[in-house]
Antibody
Framework: EVQLVESGGGLVQPGGSLRLSCAAS????????MHWVRQVPGKGLVCVSR????????NYADSVKGRFTISRDNAKNTLYLQVNSLRAEDTAVYYC???????????WGQGTLVTVSS | DIQVTQSPSTLSASVGDRVAITCRAS??????LAWYQQRPGKAPKLLIY???SLESGVPSRFSGSGSGTEFTLTISGLEPDDSATYYC?????????FGQGTMVEI
């Protein structure tokens, strides 16, 4: 069974940093592109970043470019999102999402909440 | 970015009704569209993938159709448990984009 478990969220002051993690199991992690999607409480879903299967290629939404860094450790089956220079508008639940397999099915984690407040 | 327009934003219906939610993409996304159900405080739950494939464990009253730019999620025989917000998502190209959501009230 595919499992994605996020961690690392919490309360942080504006300008602060966090590293979010997503532990993957139940599939061959090193063969899948991975994404981070966030959701401001009570609002819609927004794609933040993606990384290819070997970590050599990354993409970011304009709103986080230069402040967020996506990475992965295929030996540890773990995806990361380093979030720096945090702003109040970065307050959201951050979800780790596995890209579709050959059937077109995607898999989501349960999310981790990041709250940016003084 | 591919724009995804979802309608309606709110839907009020009764138990047993058949309802439909529509998503339109700004360009062709083939069948790379997923539908989710989300309850407050919970992660999105996959209902339909690849436009029309029913996720395992999801009741058969949920169905998806469409390809290219127009897609529909149909719930046949609404049940009280179906009260939730529903989202569509295109995953044809980065950045993935989502519909604005449809709140279904029963």
């Amino acid at each position: 069974e595919v499992q994605l478990v996020e961690s690392g969220g919490g309360l942080v002051q504006p300008g602060g940093s966090l590293r979010l993690s997503c532990a993957a199991s139940g599939f061959t992690f090193s063969t899948y592109w991975m994404h981070w999607v966030r959701q401001v409480p009570g609002k819609g879903l927004v794609c933040v970043s993606r990384i290819n299967s070997d970590g050599s290629s990354t993409n970011y939404a304009d709103s986080v470019k230069g402040r967020f860094t996506i990475s992965r450790d295929n030996a540890k089956n773990t995806l990361y999102l380093q979030v720096n220079s945090l702003r109040a508008e970065d307050t959201a639940v951050y979800y780790c999402v596995r890209a579709a397999d050959s059937t077109g099915r995607l898999h989501w984690g349960q999310g981790t909440l990041v709250t940016v407040s003084s | 970015d591919i724009q995804v327009t979802q309608s309606p934003s709110t839907l009020s219906a009764s138990v047993g009704d058949r309802v439909a939610i529509t998503c339109r993409a700004s360009q062709s996304i083939s069948s790379w569209l997923a539908w989710y159900q989300q309850r407050p405080g919970k992660a999105p739950k996959l209902l339909i993938y690849k436009a029309s494939s029913l996720e395992s464990g999801v009741p058969s009253r949920f169905s998806g159709s469409g390809s290219g730019t127009e897609f529909t999620l149909t719930i046949s025989g609404l049940e009280p448990d179906d009260s939730a917000t529903y989202y569509c998502q295109q995953h044809d190209s980065f950045p993935w984009t989502f519909g604005q959501g449809t709140m279904v009230e029963i």
